[in-house]
């Protein structure tokens, strides 16, 4: 089975700041590795994905996460956020084999102040 | 090429009381997925379908949840008796084959409110 947690329940943050949201997993198999970003009654969409290769990821919106395999660690980063990145942002894995679902962690509430 | 649609929005509906949401996936996704959203906390999968098969529904509380794929293509979930408990977002999900390589797609989901 998978876990993840997101430590950070809320980070305040002022525009044009840089920001890192933080994410560790813990799985006894290789993962993929996703963000999602949620605004008010909205779905989840997709922002950047780890499936192999580099693991600095480059994804929508001007954010990157990198993956840290001895660490079991997948960090989103921003250099400089605006007051329209205020959302709930979502970190989830899944195994790399097989017919798995997502599994997510409780989320951080990014709130951008200008 | 059109989102994976769910209705509807929002319920409000009394303990006890049955409910049913619908989703209508990306077509040719073979794979859908139910997941609960409690506020505060991240998704929960409910369901996993292939095609009309389940694949994985070792977290939905058979005793009051029910859910079906017909045809391998709509999904209707159903909650019969309603808790205080249930209220959440409902989201559905779907992906090509198994989903790791292009991502799941997810609809804006039902909000379920019981009182």
């Known amino acids: 089975a998978q876990s993840v947690t997101q430590l950070d329940s809320q980070v305040p943050v002022f525009e044009e700041a840089p920001v890192e949201l933080r994410c560790n997993y813990s799985?006894?198999?290789?993962?993929?590795l996703f963000w999602y970003v949620q605004y008010p009654n909205q779905g989840l969409q997709l922002l950047l994905k780890y499936l192999s290769g580099s693991t600095l990821v480059k994804g929508i919106n001007g954010f990157e996460a990198e993956f840290n395999k001895s660490q079991t660690s997948f960090h989103l980063r921003k250099p400089s956020v605006h007051i329209s990145d205020t959302a709930e942002y979502f970190c989830?894995?899944?195994?790399?084999?097989?017919?798995?679902?997502?599994?997510f962690g409780s989320g951080t509430r990014l709130q951008v102040q200008p | 090429e059109a989102g994976v649609a769910q209705s509807p929005r929002y319920k409000i509906i009394e303990k006890r009381q049955s409910v049913a949401f619908w989703c209508n996936p990306i077509?040719?996704?073979?794979?859908l997925y139910w997941y609960q959203q409690i506020l505060g906390q991240g998704p929960k999968l409910l369901i996993q379908?292939?095609?009309?098969?389940?694949?994985?529904d070792s977290q939905l509380p058979k005793d009051r949840f029910s859910a079906e794929r017909l045809k391998g293509v709509d999904s209707t979930l159903k909650i019969q008796p309603a808790k205080l408990e249930d209220s959440a977002v409902y989201l559905c999900a779907s992906s090509t084959g198994t989903g790791g390589h292009y991502g799941y797609t997810f609809g804006s989901g039902t909000r379920l409110t019981v009182v």
């Open positions: 799985s006894s198999v290789s993962v993929y």
């Open positions: 077509s040719g996704h073979a794979t």
């Open positions: 989830a894995v899944r195994p790399d084999t097989g017919r798995r679902a997502l599994t």
């Open positions: 379908f292939q095609n009309n098969g389940v694949v994985d």
